[in-house]
């Protein structure tokens, strides 16, 4: 497993793909701030439940702001990692090797985990330095301890995106194709971002939506006392779905033929 | 006896209703280069695969370096390298990054690759990246990757495919070079076995999913060796002569027909002798039966190979 580990870090630090997604994270927070400045300079009033991030404080908010953008950046960045290597046919390379199939899923599993980890924090940083250098950095109102505050938001937030990162690697190795893999983790992203404010209006299906993880990054309040109370629950949902999915994984991989 | 490195036993693999490989059955000792030929689609690559746990079977055993359980397979497994179809390479890195990734994989050291990539004549690639390679240089760095673990057991998918032919040249060279410096037991396809006649120990030729015919290296050079054809209506006037002659190695094939093994730059003397004892010649000469004929006559005459 660690020599895997090893071969990926060998491989990301080559990699063009990895480079424009911390490029993409790293300007992301600059247009937004600029963006929000000139929104601000025409007049506009800077509401938090509206616009998540109006401070350097509220920048922890940066992954609940850009939950969308996050998730389909990161889906296309494993759906290359993955798919490429079956498409150059490089997963032979190690798995003939009497690598076990379990141990190659879960190191790009980690590998995965720990390049949104850092896209994520790159962001988180980014967007807390260039808001408190606009704005200040503040307080997020309902919140009088902050650092706990800011530990257990950004940890819930980043669990919430590990969870589709573990469904985005089950999909690419399902799919054993960048572009194909790319096209359904798009659907998955959309479905469950959107499905959720359609069951929401029904009585029925209004608790199905709570075991999407999307439900509570694009439709919970991550800045008030409602939503800190539902975190637990978030953590919950999000280490089930990585639980279920690579297990899932893992076990239809076991069952590939590989070309 | 040398130790069996591979033994398939019954092997088979079906794809819907198509079975690509039927109950296939080879021995590969340690030392052997041992050449599978087939047709495209004869399922050469997905025997291969097999044997690397790329793909299971359907039926039927595998034994590698003596293991036969799944375990036992797996742990095997990392005393054999492969390149199977296309080769299989990071296009964005240098030579010496795919190799380091290989290292990693194979958890072993980085020290050989120095030496690997003098052997692979690609020490001076420097900061050129893989996709910039020709296909004989990315065929060089695939055997390079497989060669960085030390494998005792190598497999070798169409190595030669697409190459020119000073690159078959090269790369037959490179091949004899492993076995005879590292004493690598290799097991390589193609679909020609002309190719494949100038470096295997022994064949197996696979047809359709069968294996139809193991031979070699003396035996197949014994069915296609070069004779003296020679065509009369009086066979046993002639032997009679070629006693004379003092010449032992023939054989009578027919009524008319007699095949000389020995002699060959001499069918003048031959024929003179026989046409001074009145014998009625209709045909005299050297011929040999090509691989590619041999192959298809086993094959059943498919014209593509």
């Excluded at chain 1, 580990?5 to 600059?30: D, Q, Y």
């Excluded at chain 1, 694009?218 to 949902?237: H, K, Q, R, W």
């Excluded at chain 2, 193609?190 to 100038?198: A, K, M, N, R």
Aim: hydrophobic fraction near 45%; glycine fraction near 8%.
């Amino acid at each position: 497993m660690f020599n895997l580990l090893a071969a990926e870090k060998i491989k990301l630090s080559r990699s063009k793909k990895l480079m424009i997604v911390i490029g993409i994270f790293l300007l992301l927070p600059i247009i937004q701030v600029v963006n929000t400045q000139l929104n601000v300079s025409n007049g506009k009033e800077l509401v938090q439940a509206v616009d998540t991030v109006i401070n350097g404080a509220s920048g922890i908010l940066m992954i609940d702001k850009n939950g969308l953008t996050i998730l389909l950046v990161i889906s296309a960045f494993i759906s290359f990692f993955i798919g490429e290597e079956f498409q150059n046919g490089t997963i032979r390379n190690a798995l003939s090797l009497g690598r076990s199939r379990m141990h190659y899923y879960l190191s790009k599993l980690a590998t995965a985990a720990i390049v949104s980890l850092l896209g994520v924090f790159v962001l988180t940083a980014m967007g807390m330095i260039s808001f408190s250098i606009v704005f200040g950095f503040g307080s997020v109102a309902e919140i009088s301890n902050y650092l706990p505050y800011a530990m257990k938001t950004f940890s819930t937030l980043y669990l919430l995106i590990l969870a589709n990162v573990s469904v985005y690697v089950m999909i690419s190795f399902q799919t054993k194709n960048s572009g194909v893999s790319m096209v359904w983790c798009f659907l998955y992203t959309i479905a469950t971002g959107f499905l959720p404010d359609i069951f929401q209006q029904t009585e029925n299906f209004k608790h199905v939506s709570d075991w999407f993880t999307e439900t509570f990054l694009f439709y919970y309040d991550f800045a008030s006392i409602e939503g800190l109370a539902t975190y637990p629950e978030m953590n919950l949902v999000s280490l089930i779905t990585i639980l279920l999915s690579s297990t899932l994984g893992i076990i239809l991989f076991n069952r590939t033929d590989i070309k | 006896m040398s130790e069996t490195i591979l033994k398939s036993m019954n092997v088979s693999k079906i794809y819907g209703k198509h079975k690509a490989l039927d109950k296939v059955s080879i021995e590969i000792k340690r030392g052997m280069i041992y050449g599978l030929i087939g047709e495209n689609g004869a399922g050469k690559s997905t025997f291969m695969r097999i044997i690397m746990g790329l793909i299971t079977t359907d039926e039927g055993k595998m034994e590698l370096f003596g293991e036969t359980d799944k375990k036992g397979l797996q742990h095997a497994r990392r005393r054999m390298g492969q390149s199977i179809e296309t080769p299989a390479l990071y296009p964005e890195l240098t030579a010496r990054e795919n190799l380091r990734v290989q290292a990693a994989n194979g958890g072993v050291s980085e020290r050989e690759i120095d030496d690997l990539l003098h052997l692979m004549k690609l020490e001076h690639t420097g900061k050129k990246k893989a996709k910039n390679f020709s296909l004989g240089m990315r065929q060089r760095l695939a055997i390079a990757s497989t060669l960085i673990t030390n494998p005792e057991f190598l497999i070798l998918d169409e190595p030669t495919n697409g190459l020119d032919p000073s690159g078959i040249v090269e790369m037959r060279e490179i091949i004899q070079r492993l076995v005879n410096e590292r004493g690598i037991t290799v097991l390589l396809s193609s679909h020609l076995l002309d190719e494949l006649s100038q470096i295997a120990t022994h064949y197996g030729i696979l047809h359709k999913g069968k294996i139809i015919k193991e031979i070699s290296k003396e035996d197949l050079a014994l069915e296609t060796r070069q004779y003296v054809e020679l065509e009369t209506s009086e066979v046993q006037q002639a032997v009679t002569v070629l006693d004379e002659l003092g010449v032992k190695d023939y054989e009578v094939k027919s009524k008319t027909e007699i095949h000389i093994y020995e002699r060959l730059d001499d069918v003048a003397t031959i024929n003179r002798s026989l046409v001074l004892a009145n014998l009625d010649v209709s045909r005299i000469g050297t011929t040999r039966q090509k691989l590619e004929d041999y192959f298809l006559q086993l094959t059943g005459g498919n014209r593509h190979v």
